[in-house]
């Protein structure tokens, strides 16, 4: 059965202290890694999607990198609107479409 | 360029009734998802779906749920005499074709509350 562990679950960050979040996955074959951030109250938002390992993705103050294993949301100089919960997910190769969540990481940046 | 829409955003429901959400995608996306998450978990898959037709229930209680996507209007979740156990955020997301890993996009979701 696929799993998906994201640590740690919570994470207190002084505004412009660069950090990382991890998630762990087991999957039989990877079609996709997905990246969200999700909002108190909302639907979560798209960040990036990996497909192989070694490859890195960025957006502004984040950046994303898969290896085999793992991926990791770097997060440098994080600023109090990027409070949030992060949640990873993955997409197992073959027919099924379906993504296994993480439980999410949630951020608090403080200024 | 509308984003995935959800209604009712809040739904308040007895024991024992039903419980109809739902879901517009995308402009140009024809697949659909539901996820549920429960108080304090995580985002579980429920079923995935094209226009008429049901690709994946995998995720979905046998009793009580269903869903549909018919060939015109929205995707809708039927949950049938609700417990309080149903009480959850039932997230839609849509995708605009299946082949390689397509990005699937969530509406802001419907909070269900059974009383």
């Known amino acids: 059965e696929d799993q998906v562990t994201q640590s740690p679950e919570a994470l207190r960050l002084q505004e412009g202290e660069s950090s990382s979040l991890n998630c762990s996955y087991t999957?039989?074959?990877?079609?996709?890694l997905f990246w969200y951030r999700q909002d108190p109250g909302k639907g979560p938002e798209f960040l990036f999607t990996?497909?192989?390992a070694g490859e890195e993705k960025e957006k502004e103050r984040l950046k994303a990198t898969l290896t085999k294993k793992e991926s990791f949301l770097h997060i440098t100089a994080p600023k109090p609107e990027d409070s949030a919960t992060y949640l990873c997910?993955?997409?197992?190769?073959?027919?099924?479409?379906?993504?296994?969540f993480g439980s999410g990481t949630q951020l608090t940046v403080l200024p | 360029n509308a984003g995935v829409m959800q209604n009712p955003r809040h739904l308040v429901r007895r024991r024992g009734q039903e419980a109809r959400l739902r879901c517009s995608p995308m402009?140009?996306?024809?697949?659909v998802y539901w996820y549920r998450q429960l108080p304090e978990e995580g985002l579980k898959f429920m079923v995935y779906?094209?226009?008429?037709?049901?690709?994946?229930e995998s995720g979905m209680p046998k009793e009580r749920f269903s869903a549909e996507f018919p060939k015109e209007g929205p995707s809708i979740l039927r949950i049938q005499q609700v417990v309080r156990g149903d009480s959850a955020a039932y997230f839609c997301?849509?995708?605009?074709?299946?082949?390689?890993?397509?990005?699937?996009?969530f509406g802001p979701g419907t909070r269900l509350t059974v009383t």
């Open positions: 997301a849509s995708s605009p074709q299946t082949s390689g890993s397509q990005v699937q996009y």
């Open positions: 999957v039989s074959g990877l079609r996709g």
């Open positions: 990996l497909y192989s």
């Open positions: 997910a993955v997409q197992e190769s073959g027919s099924a479409r379906q993504l296994t």
């Open positions: 402009k140009g996306h024809s697949h």
């Open positions: 779906l094209q226009k008429e037709n049901i690709i994946d």
